[in-house]
């Protein structure tokens, strides 16, 4: 089964590829490695862990995966110093440090790391670190973009990081020189064979579309993300008001909640406030739900994705996006420009510039053969780059430095 299973990526990026999977994992089959992460759905840093650490076990590897136990007060600050990384300003109390600190002391209680190697992903379990007596490598895998972050936050957080002994960032931008830890970039990607982004039927996506009151025979504009201010769903309202006055479509806004980003069900509040003021309400549809059929659903059907993000890690719902054939138009900030290369796979535009999206979305939206061409680009630009048989070749190379 296990066989079947890889080959079945063979068909997709080749059977050179699966073979140096098999050929690095058999020098690590040995040890014990562990992910640690706050949530186990939403957002792509556990749909990642999702796919990759089965895959791992699937070619002989011993790979664990634990879930940082945080009640709605952690995770409430945790956001916090998410949007602080992110340039926010934040109140750093004492309060926020002992519920932050405390809160992996108990978790550390009992979870037990007798392994070869730790991965921390992101800042929530950060601190972990001090509650073990250290007899192994830990690396720490930021997906944040800390171009800008809080000076407050970062050298209090720096203070943990410091303790690691290899950092992974996204992006050359996010390394940091006053951080005195080896760091690298792995970009992040997506697995070609989920739910998300397996081949569906037209039949399918209709019927998905349908369900969600979505007229599958109008031009679709869509965004899907985390309702997250970074992801600016009220700037992309801007645009598709602008958009709408020219060309007939609708505009789809997807997302679900994730269980550590506590702030995302107001944000779709005040984005259905603001939708429900439209002019084109009737054209707007604002949906809620962790349903991964209907996300690829909607960006199959789709002429046109946007991508709006004011700060941005990296963006895997663009590649999602250009996998299935749909052109992106995109902000120009964080990893997406490794994604979208503008006039080839969509349009690259700073996030402030309105004008300038809606213009793109327009041209894309009246240009059948221009939609086309890019969309096909895209798909073979994501193929070739940020495909999840990539990924774990490269966390391997990373862990036979340390460990192989």
Not at 72 to 101: A, M
Not at 303 to 311: G, M, N, Y
Not at 324 to 345: L, R
């Amino acid at each position: 089964m296990k066989q079947k299973n890889m080959n079945l990526y063979k068909a997709i990026v080749g059977e050179e590829t699966v073979d140096k999977i098999y050929e690095k994992s058999s020098r690590l089959k040995d040890k014990h490695i562990v992910c640690i992460s706050s949530t186990y759905q939403g957002g792509g840093v556990a749909e990642m862990l999702n796919s990759m650490i089965p895959m791992f076990n699937d070619v002989g590897m011993n790979f664990g995966w634990r879930i940082l136990h945080g009640t709605p007060d952690f995770f409430t600050i945790t956001k916090k110093f998410h949007n602080s990384l992110q340039g926010d300003r934040v109140n750093l109390s004492q309060r926020k440090k002992n519920i932050y600190y405390e809160t992996n002391r108990r978790f550390a209680k009992f979870t037990h790391l007798n392994h070869a190697l730790v991965v921390v992903h992101d800042p929530q379990p950060l601190p972990l670190i001090d509650f073990y007596e250290k007899t192994q490598p830990w690396i720490l895998r930021l997906h944040i973009d800390i171009t800008k972050p809080n000076n407050e936050l970062w050298e209090y957080l720096k203070g943990y990081m410091s303790k690691y002994d290899h950092v992974v960032v996204s992006h050359e931008d996010y390394k940091k020189k006053d951080l005195k830890v080896p760091q690298s970039i792995i970009f992040p990607t997506i697995d070609p064979l989920t739910i998300k982004n397996k081949p569906i039927t037209v039949n399918t996506i209709n019927n998905y579309l349908t369900k969600f009151g979505v007229k599958p025979d109008k031009p679709i504009v869509s965004q899907v993300s985390r309702f997250d201010k970074f992801k600016d769903p009220k700037g992309v309202l801007k645009i598709f008001e602008k958009v709408r006055k020219e060309v007939d479509c609708q505009l789809i806004l997807l997302g679900s909640l994730a269980t550590d980003d506590p702030e995302g069900q107001k944000i779709f509040e005040d984005v259905k406030k603001a939708a429900d003021k439209s002019t084109f309400k009737d054209d707007i549809h604002l949906i809620l739900v962790d349903n991964d059929i209907l996300v690829n659903a909607v960006q199959s059907a789709s002429a046109v994705v946007i991508q709006k993000s004011l700060r941005e890690g990296f963006g895997l719902v663009v590649s999602e996006a250009l996998y299935k054939k749909t052109p992106v138009v995109a902000s120009n900030v964080g990893g997406i420009p490794f994604q979208v290369i503008d006039g080839e796979t969509g349009f690259l535009h700073d996030p402030k510039d309105v004008n300038g999206f809606a213009g793109s979305v327009i041209r894309l939206l009246n240009d059948g053969m221009l939609r086309e061409e890019l969309g096909t680009k895209g798909h073979d630009h994501v193929r070739d780059n940020f495909l999840i048989t990539r990924l774990m070749l490269d966390w391997m190379e990373l862990f036979e430095k340390y460990i192989g």
